[in-house]
């Protein structure tokens, strides 16, 4: 029997299980979305507000976050960071880009016993302040630092 044509119908009959479990109800895409989306925090337009949307208090400033990014990058579509909390029973840790035209970068829980480190990308639209937000003990802790961006990577 001929390869490609075993493959393909391997292929065309792998598509029709997938839709008929979908068409059955057995697979639903829509559930690997993250139903506690909060839109607030995601559509606020400035740092405080998505802080508020996420009913986050004032945090302190803490030497305990270390925060690692360049000083300045080259372009702002791919900015590297990353973040390690120092502080016991770090729950999680979120993260502003304040002058992005949604700053709120999103939160990462922390596991019981799991180490409290984040290496991520992000996007900068310009030169702004980056801030690592953590929550430990009910607590709140914070830290910044400036990253200059010279080719903006959100549209600019």
Do not use: H
Request: proline residues 6%; charged residues 20%; positive net charge.
């Amino acid at each position: 029997m001929n390869r490609v044509r075993r493959s393909v119908l391997r292929s065309v009959g792998a598509a029709g299980v997938v839709a008929g479990a979908m068409a059955a109800g057995w697979l639903k895409p829509n559930a690997a979305l993250a139903a506690d989306r909060n839109t607030a925090a995601f559509e606020a337009t400035s740092t405080a507000g998505a802080m508020k949307a996420l009913s986050m208090p004032a945090p302190v400033d803490s030497k305990d976050i270390e925060l690692k990014a360049p000083d300045i990058a080259e372009n702002g579509a791919v900015v590297p960071l990353e973040i390690t909390s120092n502080i016991p029973g770090t729950e999680s840790i979120t993260i502003f880009i304040d002058k992005n035209p949604f700053p709120y970068v999103g939160t990462f829980d922390v596991s019981k016993g799991a180490m409290p480190f984040i290496a991520l990308r992000v996007k900068m639209a310009e030169s702004s302040n980056i801030r690592a937000v953590v929550q430990a003990a009910g607590k709140t802790f914070a830290t910044a630092k400036e990253v200059k961006v010279t080719i903006g990577g959100c549209g600019a």
